[in-house]
């Protein structure tokens, strides 16, 4: 996952949240600078990647060759998120 800052962006005031492979952009998010990462939102953005890899990408799907790597923020250890992974 790749998060690029709003100071990269002066007209939008906050961040993108980018999650891309070796062929490019996989799913990108906007994500408002009131706003904070948490479990709601970061299940929201596993959602929409799920979608995004079926559509984009499914060979990848199909043959379940794609993994996702994350850091260990609050937002990705909680238990609502590990659920949805499992």
Known sequence: MYVVASKMLPEFAGIITGIF???????????????TVNKEIFIDILRRL??????????????KGWF?????APAHRSVFVKDFLA
Not at 68 to 72: I, K, M, P, R, W
């Open 50 to 63: 799920r979608d995004e890899v079926r559509g984009k990408r499914p060979e990848k799907w199909i043959t």
């Open 68 to 72: 996702l790597l994350h850091d260990n």
């Open 21 to 35: 492979d070796c062929q490019g952009v996989v799913h990108y998010k906007f994500i408002p600078e009131c706003k």
